[in-house]
């Protein structure tokens, strides 16, 4: 992978990490005025990203529950329904169900945090309400 420099010579271009380019379409999508085409976040992401590339993101973001689109014409008009918390949450949920011991996978998670991160967890825990409470 590399990008075309002033004077035609080629240098490596950086590589994004991982949800990295999720997590800028959904931010360009919450800076929308309202409902916005793939090239409107194609333009707000800059970066010279093709209109594939930018579809194909906001199809996995749609897939994972963290956008909704709405056909208008031959196209889709996207809304964020996730922020980038929300965005990281539903990756880790996911990663929680495809495993088959979730109790031993949770346990190993909070037994590695650090005392910080235990205690926010806690905390948030005891503020929300337990399943069948209201």
Known sequence: MTDRIAGGSARPSRRRGQGELEAQAL???????????????????GGGLAYTTVMTILTRLHAK????RRRTGRS?????????SGLAALRMRKVLDAEADREAV??????????GDERVLRDLLARTPGEGED
């Not at 931010?27 to 992401?45: M, R, T």
């Not at 889709?76 to 980038?84: G, H, K, L, Y």
């Not at 949770?106 to 005392?115: H, K, M, R």
């Open 65 to 68: 529950g963290a956008v909704a």
């Open 106 to 115: 949770l346990a190993s998670f909070i037994t590695a945090l650090p005392p």
């Open 27 to 45: 931010a360009a999508l919450h800076a929308a005025p309202g409902p916005a085409n793939a090239a409107w976040v194609q333009e707000h992401l």
């Open 76 to 84: 889709f008009e996207w809304t964020p329904v996730a922020d980038e």
